[in-house]
C-alpha cells in the first residue's frame, strides 16, 4: 500500500512545471482547439527553455482570454482588447521579458484591432498568438470580424454579409515580421512555429485556427468540435510564401496554413535607442 502511494506521489503532468495544475480542469468546452493551443504554447516553452522569470503572457477578454490563468508565469488578464497596449508597456517597462499575447480574433482584431496595427507598425517586440474561431463564443456567439460569409451567428440569423478580415493580409500590411497560420491540429507545426515567432525579434503573429463547438459549429449544423478540427485539418493546404492577399478563408472551403511572412524590421526598441543615441 505504501509503494503505491508513493508512486501516485511522483506522477506528473508532463507540462506540470508550465501550467498552473490547481486551476485544472480548465474552462473550455469539449471539442475547443484553445486548449490544443495551450498545449502547443507549453511545448515551444520547453523548447525555447527560456528562464520563466523574465516571461510574461498577457490575454484579454473572452475563451482564448482566460489562458493567461492556466500558463505558469507571470501573466495578466486585461480588459477586452487592451491585451497588446498593456504587453507594450510591460515590454518597455523591462525589455529583458519575453512577451507574449495570446487572445482571440475577436480581442485582437475587432475591439483590439487598432492597437494590433499600430503596434505592428511600430515593430513592438512582441509574439501574438491569435486563436480564430470565427465567432464571439464565450459573450453569446456575436458575428466576429473574422466571421465568414455566409456563416450564422446569433446576430447574423439570415447569414454573415460583411467581408471578414484576413489575419495574415492585416498583419503583413501593418508591419508584422513573422506571419503564419495553423489549425489546433497542426500541433508539431503549431509548435515549432511558436517557437519561430518567439525567436523573431519585433512583432510576430501566429494566427490558429480553432473551432467552436458550442456556437459556431452548433449554429451552422457543423457538427461537434472533433468534426470540425478534422475539417480544418482535412482541408488545409500548406503553402509557405504564399502571398497574404490570397489567404482569405472562405465559409467550410479549403483553409490555406504555413509560414508566409519572415523579414526584418528595427524593432521599436532599436529604433528608439539610435534615435537617443543621435
Not at 469539449?30 to 523574465?54: E, Q
Not at 475539417?231 to 482569405?248: N, R
Request: include cysteine; glycine fraction near 8%; charge should be neutral.
Amino acid at each position: 500500500m505504501e509503494s503505491v502511494q508513493i508512486q501516485q506521489k511522483e506522477k506528473r503532468h508532463p507540462m506540470e512545471n508550465l501550467l498552473r495544475m490547481d486551476r485544472m480542469p480548465h474552462i473550455w468546452c469539449t471539442g475547443c482547439g484553445i486548449g490544443n493551443a495551450v498545449s502547443a504554447f507549453a511545448d515551444a516553452l520547453a523548447i525555447l527553455d527560456f528562464d520563466l522569470d523574465k516571461v510574461c503572457v498577457v490575454s484579454g477578454i473572452g475563451c482564448t482570454g482566460r489562458v493567461a490563468g492556466y500558463i505558469k508565469v507571470d501573466s495578466f488578464h486585461t480588459t477586452h482588447g487592451r491585451a497588446i497596449p498593456y504587453a507594450t508597456g510591460i515590454k518597455l517597462g523591462n525589455p529583458d521579458l519575453k512577451v507574449i499575447v495570446i487572445s482571440g480574433d475577436g480581442d485582437l482584431v475587432s475591439i483590439g484591432g487598432n492597437h494590433f496595427v499600430h503596434a505592428a507598425r511600430r515593430n513592438i517586440d512582441l509574439t501574438v498568438i491569435l486563436v480564430n474561431n470565427f465567432i464571439y463564443a464565450m459573450t453569446g456567439g456575436q458575428v466576429a470580424p473574422t466571421t465568414p460569409i455566409p456563416a450564422y451567428t446569433t446576430t447574423s440569423p439570415f447569414g454573415n454579409f460583411e467581408t471578414p478580415s484576413n489575419v495574415p493580409q492585416l498583419a503583413e500590411a501593418a508591419g508584422a515580421v513573422y506571419v503564419a497560420r495553423w489549425t489546433a491540429l497542426h500541433m508539431r507545426r503549431l509548435t515549432y512555429s511558436i517557437v519561430d515567432a518567439c525567436k523573431k525579434p519585433g512583432f510576430s503573429v501566429v494566427e490558429v485556427i480553432s473551432p467552436c463547438a458550442m456556437y459556431y459549429s452548433r449554429i451552422n449544423k457543423l457538427g461537434d468540435g472533433l468534426d470540425m478540427m478534422r475539417f480544418y485539418y482535412d482541408h488545409s493546404m500548406i503553402k509557405h510564401g504564399e502571398p497574404t492577399d490570397h489567404l482569405e478563408i472562405d465559409y467550410q472551403k479549403e483553409i490555406i496554413v504555413g509560414k508566409f511572412v519572415d523579414r526584418e524590421r528595427p524593432t521599436f526598441s532599436e529604433s528608439m535607442k539610435k534615435w537617443l543615441e543621435g
